[in-house]
């Protein structure tokens, strides 16, 4: 487990690390906006449907009856179901996909319904929305593929294709937004080159594992299985993305800046959530799908078991890390340009809220798994449904006192919320039971962190100084800040005995 998921995590830092120079980059040309603002809503609108289908319930409903099939039938009958599926998939996304293009005002009505108090605002995101939604058909083809690559242990391939949107956006804001009369829509027609790239870039290896899918018409016994297990996970899975976007919409109706200021301090928590979080429960649902479909009810537990204890140990720190340091980041990635001093401030508040929650979203991505390998759709959707209400009943508490913040708050109550229920649901069925070693182990981590705090509170410059600095004296600094405190962090572990090897063993 440990490799894969350095397998995927590396890839994937490489991935986020040029998604924050993409970032840096539509700050530095496009501030927070209108522009801004209209892009990050048409972008946001099919990414929400990618993950809702894709990434999210076909995901974690395909990839138990794949790894399933890969188990106990024929590499031909595993040939078959992929080729069914991809039938279906293919014919719902076109059909989506049609829907998103020619109605694009419509749904900018329902997902930013702020944005019809200003007609050039609202027509500029309806006609980018037009241009980025095909971009949910080519990329949920991608994860489609991820799905059967990751089955068959080949991680790094999926992990590695976001570079592709990361180096395509790059390039279009540069080079082919000022060419444009509108330079924003230079950013909507590179999602859509890059959707088209990130596919073929997957062919080859698909190829390369005989399961390069022929789309056809005959049923498989899978597909019924797959339709049963997708429709109660669509909803259960993507309950982290449906709180977002409803922070999107309720956003829309603040100051503009408010949905960039969201989406800046989002992609920051992203990261590790990605590097680590992603990483992780990409690794964890096939391995526990195929120790469920063999009845390995105790390799199934010791997986979870340490699957959670990598969540302690690297979560809890990147939580404190972000909260502490969350201003400094904003000010050294984005206070550029078109970015001002007032965004970066905007930005820094939602990210501190957004950080509390780190370790609820990472939480929920181990925790889902374990629902879905065993084929239990169910319970998860009560605990999403939870959630869901918890996070739209906080977005209007808050709302009023904190404006945007309060909207990055609501989704981290609602992250702990579902969390926390779908632990208390595993341990009732009796699913899972902590094995020994975990009092020792949150000691030690409690003393390590302790010693980090210490360090970023001491070492950390003031913001007013911070904003006096020069890009190299900010990128010099926070790197020796995070450099600095993982290295405490890690020497107060290491003097503690603590040996990660061992310690998943237990």
């Given at each position: 487990m440990i490799k894969a998921a350095a397998t995927v995590g590396s890839m994937t830092m490489i991935s986020r690390l040029l998604g924050f120079a993409r970032d840096v980059i539509i700050a530095r040309y496009f501030g927070a906006s209108m522009g801004a603002d209209a892009f990050f809503v048409a972008?946001?609108?099919?990414?929400?449907?990618?993950?809702l289908f894709a990434e999210g319930a076909f995901s974690q409903a395909f990839v138990p009856v794949l790894a399933e099939a890969k188990e106990k039938r024929e590499h031909s009958a595993v040939k078959h179901l992929v080729n069914?599926?991809?039938f279906r998939l293919g014919g719902i996304l076109l059909i989506l996909t049609a829907f998103g293009v020619f109605g694009s005002s419509l749904w900018m009505m329902v997902f930013a319904p702020g944005f019809m108090d200003d007609p050039v605002k609202f027509d500029l995101a309806a006609d980018m929305l037009?241009?980025?939604?095909?971009?949910?058909?080519?990329?949920?083809?991608?994860?489609f593929s991820s799905a059967i690559m990751n089955t068959y242990n080949q991680f790094a391939v999926p992990a590695f294709t976001p570079v592709f949107l990361n180096l395509v956006l790059i390039s279009f804001a540069v080079w082919v937004s000022p060419l444009l009369d509108v330079p924003v829509m230079a950013l909507a027609w590179g999602v859509l080159v890059a959707g088209v790239v990130q596919l073929l870039f997957h062919l080859p290896f698909l190829y390369k594992l005989d399961l390069l899918p022929h789309p056809s018409r005959k049923t498989d016994p899978g597909v019924g299985e797959v339709k049963r297990l997708m429709l109660p996970a669509l909803f259960g899975v993507s309950v982290a993305q449906i709180n977002l976007l409803i922070d999107t919409v309720l956003a829309s109706f603040l100051v503009t800046g408010s949905v960039s200021w969201l989406y800046y301090s989002?992609?920051?928590?992203?990261?590790?959530?990605?590097?680590?979080?992603?990483?992780?429960?990409?690794?964890?649902?096939?391995?526990?799908?195929?120790?469920?479909a063999?009845?390995?009810w105790q390799g199934f537990q010791h997986d979870l078991d340490s699957a959670l204890r990598l969540v302690l140990l690297i979560g809890l720190p990147a939580t404190l890390g972000l909260l502490l340091l969350a201003q400094p980041m904003v000010a050294t990635l984005f206070f550029y340009g078109e970015f001002t001093a007032h965004d970066t401030n905007m930005a820094s508040m939602s990210l501190?809220?957004?950080s509390f929650g780190l370790l609820g979203f990472i939480l929920v991505k181990i925790l889902a798994p374990a629902f879905y390998a065993r084929k239990d759709m169910k319970t998860p959707v009560k605990v999403a449904v939870v959630a869901l209400v918890t996070n739209i009943i906080f977005n209007l508490i808050l709302i009023g006192p904190f404006a945007h913040v309060g909207l990055a708050a609501a989704t981290t109550i609602s992250a702990f919320v579902n969390a926390g229920l779908l632990y208390w649901y595993l341990?009732?069925?009796?699913?899972?039971k902590p094995l020994e070693g975990w009092a020792k182990l949150f000691l030690q981590v409690a003393l390590a962190n302790t010693a980090m705090v210490v360090f970023l509170l001491y070492f950390t410059p003031a913001v007013s100084v911070w904003h006096g600095f020069d890009v190299w004296n900010r990128l010099l600094w926070l790197s020796g800040l995070v450099l600095g405190g993982m290295l405490i962090y890690y020497s107060v572990l290491s003097v503690q005995d603590l040996n990660l090897k061992s310690l998943l063993k237990k």
């Open positions: 972008f946001k609108i099919p990414n929400f449907f990618r993950r069914a599926i991809s037009a241009i980025t939604f095909p971009y949910l058909l080519l990329i949920s083809l991608v994860a989002d992609r920051l928590m992203e990261f590790p959530l990605g590097v680590f979080g992603v990483a992780l429960a990409t690794v964890v649902l096939p391995g526990l799908s195929k120790k469920a063999n009845q390995d501190m809220a957004y341990q009732k069925q009796g699913v899972f």
